[in-house]
């Protein structure tokens, strides 16, 4: 398909230019990657414009998907590259989903308030309700079908697309196969409720019945309610936007620089829709506004620039017109026409006009919104890739017939769009419409995901690519988490070391080579090992920077940061000075991609890395004394002297019992083997045992580094160590089963050998085959008295002796020998 029509922005002054990043970004508009040069003439300031979400349900692991995304964007483009931002983000606070959502919980919780108890009443009217809503979602069920009969007939009629298949059984299944689970599940709820029996509490019966209660007391009451009950609406809604808020602070999303909601916005809308009319780009139908998308293309203007393969599509285009979409569209001018304004209908909140009562139309807000805050031009949009047909096309479109002037060249309202990937589960997109999704809140309370778990997973993928949470997504985030996680502890100790040390903490400041990582002094392998870090740090810049700059390519600037470290790793003795400057830039760039909510100035590493504050004033002494232990245990002696003067510790609080305990416990347990006399080997025994299970049990892992002659180091207990025991264990335990049922099959086959012993070799061939044997019981003749042949007595004879050897083993087993 020919690229759309772009029209860069105005070239920068000289001074700009050299200041500005070889910086490109996927733009949908090219669908191809543009270098970005701002509007602003220095070339420092952005305008940018973000859909923000429809609050009426929590946010759900899609929108962190989105809204993560373009936080990470929007810090490289601010904290990387120096640009000014300035971020808009609106606030949908009404739309055909809200105003349902509002005014049907509204309504059936004043339903359910004239109704004390669950009665004959509640049973008969949730019997209707359950057979529309089975008439109206499962057609291949009966409308009549009995609530207890449901499960039954759903899997007659369904029973493939629940496991698995597709409704027609002609591919994969996709959202519309979520959306018959969707309503297969509402149904199944609702069958049960009708289970119920008489005394089961009203509360209970409408938890489980609400799904099809909902549209069926709507349908029936929502004439009670009047354009101007606006309260209903805004409840439902401040109430999701502070929730909203919250999870994009658990996320570490930074909140917008302006913030917008469509309710606040009502007299500016309608100036909005009345100068796209006057300008000759909008009609009126029965008090309803509409886009004229001939006017505008007659007018040498383009429409469905982002997606124009999606213009004809009817299923999005009645998704972009809500509740209008049942409407009879005779009357438009061209089927691509949507509504700027809506007249107002039965049981929705409304706003007064030039064309009589209603309501913005969805697209219109965001036009409004960010034309009054950035102005007729601005650099970036962005959103989800589900908002670029129809709603940023129809934004775009009718922004710039909002600036339309004869006079005046055509001008472009937005330079850049940016769309972020969807987020997938099972091969659907997570959407609150198909209830096939995990809410932000829940993830995290659950321990599924951490928000900086998360994070990283999004910035392990591309922001404009689709994403799937699979098992090997979480494996491969996890591990790069533990990475990082294992390197900052490496360099905090070198730090900790350090400020122990004034005059090396001294050297470092002044940028003089300290001690290498083995205590040894500066030799010249050190520095070159040194220079050679040095060397990869530059290069790691290098790379890092031009990932960034195309099109912020944060899955090569991931691994950019994990390759350094297996350099880091792999040198054998690299200076303090050196591996700090690792440290810090690293430290730098994840705090820049928004992975430490909880990052100071000045702090090395992110956070999350020490142990506990109550631990500490037990767990570090612990430690050292631990170290003397065993270094006096490895050297084959002990005395007295190995407990110090450790002093008492306060454990007047209860969270602090557990690590002063394990302090006191540990010291008893030397007294005592000094008082016995004990070996070296018993003294290293008890140090294992206070890394491997007392502390370990604390959240608390020993690293024991001999091969270093360095102290051990004292880290919070991590997933991957907690994973690799697990299946150490899992290994010897199969290993100790096998090794069982062996000895066990072993001593099966002994006994089976010594059960067939108990035969004599003089008797076992003393069978009616037989008629005549030698003195040793070996036949000579069959039964029939003709002589064994010399090939048969040879074999027999063979096994003769195998049953002699069998017998006297098993007399010798039993004591008859």
């Given at each position: 398909m020919a690229q759309p029509e772009w029209r860069a922005p105005p070239a920068l002054s000289e001074s700009a230019q050299q200041r500005l990043p070889k910086l490109s970004v996927y733009n949908s508009l090219t669908r191809s990657k543009t270098p970005f040069v701002p509007l602003d003439p220095e070339g420092k300031k952005i305008g940018w414009y973000a859909c923000g979400p429809t609050v009426y349900d929590d946010a759900h692991l899609g929108h962190a998907r989105n809204y993560v995304s373009t936080d990470i964007i929007r810090r490289i483009l601010r904290d990387y590259f120096k640009f000014d931002v300035t971020f808009v983000m609106n606030i949908t606070d009404v739309d055909d989903k809200i105003i349902l959502a509002a005014r049907q919980q509204y309504l059936l919780s004043q339903w359910l308030a004239r109704h004390s108890t669950f009665d004959g009443r509640v049973r008969d009217t949730t019997r209707q309700a359950f057979a529309a809503y089975v008439d109206k979602n499962l057609p291949l069920l009966n409308k009549d079908v009995l609530p207890e009969a449901h499960a039954a007939e759903a899997e007659k009629a369904y029973g493939h697309v629940l496991r698995g298949e597709s409704a027609d059984r002609q591919g994969p299944p996709g959202d519309k196969e979520a959306k018959i689970k969707m309503h297969l599940k509402t149904a199944d709820s609702a069958a049960s409720a009708l289970q119920l029996p008489d005394s089961s509490s009203l509360a209970h019966f409408a938890a489980k019945a609400s799904g099809v209660l909902l549209p069926h007391i709507d349908a029936l009451e929502k004439h009670t309610v009047t354009g101007g009950d606006h309260d209903i609406f805004t409840k439902l809604t401040k109430r999701y936007e502070q929730r909203f808020f919250d999870d994009m602070t658990a996320l570490n999303v930074r909140y917008p620089d302006k913030l917008t909601r469509v309710t606040e916005y009502g007299p500016q809308i309608v100036d909005y829709v009345k100068r796209i009319q006057d300008n000759g780009f909008g009609y009126e139908n029965e008090g309803s506004v509409y886009y004229d998308t001939n006017a505008w293309e007659?007018?040498?203007?383009?429409?469905?620039?982002?997606?124009?393969?999606?213009?004809?599509?009817?299923?999005?285009?009645?998704?972009?017109?809500?509740?209008?979409?049942?409407?009879?569209?005779?009357?438009?001018?061209?089927?691509?026409?949507?509504?700027?304004?809506?007249?107002?209908?039965?049981?929705?909140?409304?706003?007064?006009?030039?064309w009589g009562e209603g309501r913005p139309g969805w697209h219109i807000e965001c036009s409004a919104m960010a034309s009054d805050v950035l102005g007729k031009q601005f650099d970036i949009h962005s959103g989800g890739i589900d908002l670029a047909f129809p709603h940023h096309d129809n934004e775009l479109a009718q922004s710039e017939a909002y600036w339309y002037?004869?006079?005046?060249?055509?001008?472009?309202?937005?330079?850049?769009?940016?769309?972020?990937?969807?987020?997938?589960?099972?091969?659907?997109?997570?959407?609150?419409?198909?209830?096939?999704?995990?809410?932000?809140?829940?993830?995290?309370?659950?321990?599924?995901?951490?928000?900086?778990?998360?994070?990283?997973?999004?910035?392990?993928?591309?922001?404009?690519?689709?994403?799937?949470?699979?098992?090997?997504?979480?494996?491969?985030?996890?591990?790069?988490?533990?990475?990082?996680?294992?390197?900052?502890?490496?360099?905090?100790?070198?730090?900790?070391?350090?400020?122990?040390?004034?005059?090396?903490?001294?050297?470092?400041?002044?940028?003089?080579?300290?001690?290498?990582?083995?205590?040894?002094?500066?030799?010249?392998?050190?520095?070159?090992?040194?220079?050679?870090?040095?060397?990869?740090?530059?290069?790691?810049?290098?790379?890092?920077?031009?990932?960034?700059?195309?099109?912020?390519?944060?899955?090569?600037?991931?691994?950019?940061?994990?390759?350094?470290?297996?350099?880091?790793?792999?040198?054998?003795?690299?200076?303090?000075?050196?591996?700090?400057?690792?440290?810090?830039?690293?430290?730098?760039?994840?705090v820049i991609f928004g992975l430490d909510a909880e990052h100071r100035e000045g702090q090395l590493a992110w956070s999350g890395l020490d142990i506990l504050a109550q631990a500490r004033p037990f767990v570090i002494p612990l430690s050292k004394l631990r170290d003397r232990v065993r270094e006096q245990a490895k050297s084959g002696s002990m005395n007295r002297e190995v407990l110090g003067t450790l002093g008492e510790k306060d454990t007047t609080?209860?969270?602090?019992?557990?690590?002063?305990?394990?302090?006191?416990?540990?010291?008893?347990?030397?007294?005592?083997?000094?008082?016995?006399?004990?070996?070296?080997?018993?003294?290293?025994?008890?140090?294992?045992?206070?890394?491997?299970?007392?502390?370990?049990?604390?959240?608390?892992?020993?690293?024991?580094?001999?091969?270093?002659?360095?102290?051990?180091?004292?880290?919070?207990?991590?997933?991957?160590?907690?994973?690799?025991?697990?299946?150490?264990?899992?290994?010897?335990?199969s290993k100790a089963v096998a090794k069982e049922k062996a000895k066990a099959e072993a001593e099966a086959a002994e006994r089976k050998r010594l059960e067939a012993g108990k035969l004599s070799h003089l008797d076992m061939f003393r069978t009616s085959e037989y008629s005549e044997w030698d003195a040793e019981g070996l036949p000579v003749k069959d039964a029939e008295g003709k002589e064994v042949a010399k090939s048969r007595s040879k074999k027999l004879r063979k096994d003769w002796e195998r049953q002699k050897k069998t017998h006297e083993a098993y007399l010798a087993s039993s004591g008859k020998s």
């Open positions: 007659s007018s040498g203007g383009a429409y469905a620039r982002l997606e124009p393969w999606n213009r004809n599509d009817k299923d999005l285009q009645a998704d972009g017109e809500g509740s209008l979409s049942n409407k009879k569209t005779g009357f438009k001018r061209s089927g691509a026409d949507f509504a700027l304004w809506k007249a107002s209908k039965e049981g929705e909140p409304s706003w007064p006009s030039p002037h004869k006079e005046c060249e055509r001008e472009q309202w937005v330079n850049y769009f940016l769309h972020m990937g969807h987020l997938s589960i099972q091969g659907s997109k997570m959407s609150k419409s198909l209830k096939n999704f995990t809410t932000i809140r829940e993830a995290i309370a659950k321990g599924d995901w951490t928000p900086r778990g998360l994070r990283i997973v999004f910035l392990l993928g591309n922001w404009r690519d689709g994403l799937e949470i699979t098992g090997e997504v979480v494996k491969a985030g996890r591990a790069w988490e533990e990475k990082v996680d294992n390197f900052f502890i490496k360099v905090k100790d070198i730090q900790q070391r350090m400020m122990q040390q004034p005059q090396r903490a001294n050297s470092v400041a002044n940028g003089v080579k300290t001690l290498d990582l083995n205590g040894d002094s500066n030799g010249q392998a050190d520095h070159a090992a040194s220079q050679g870090i040095e060397g990869t740090l530059a290069e790691a810049q290098a790379k890092f920077h031009d990932a960034l700059c195309d099109s912020i390519d944060t899955p090569t600037a991931m691994r950019v940061i994990s390759d350094l470290i297996t350099a880091y790793n792999s040198e054998k003795a690299v200076s303090d000075s050196a591996s700090l400057s690792l440290g810090r830039w690293v430290t730098d760039m994840v609080y209860a969270s602090t019992q557990p690590y002063a305990n394990a302090l006191a416990d540990f010291q008893r347990k030397l007294w005592e083997l000094i008082t016995n006399g004990a070996s070296p080997k018993e003294y290293l025994a008890a140090c294992d045992h206070l890394r491997d299970s007392v502390l370990w049990d604390l959240d608390i892992y020993l690293e024991d580094r001999d091969a270093e002659k360095l102290p051990a180091l004292v880290r919070p207990l991590s997933q991957s160590l907690r994973e690799e025991r697990m299946n150490r264990e899992a290994a010897a335990a």
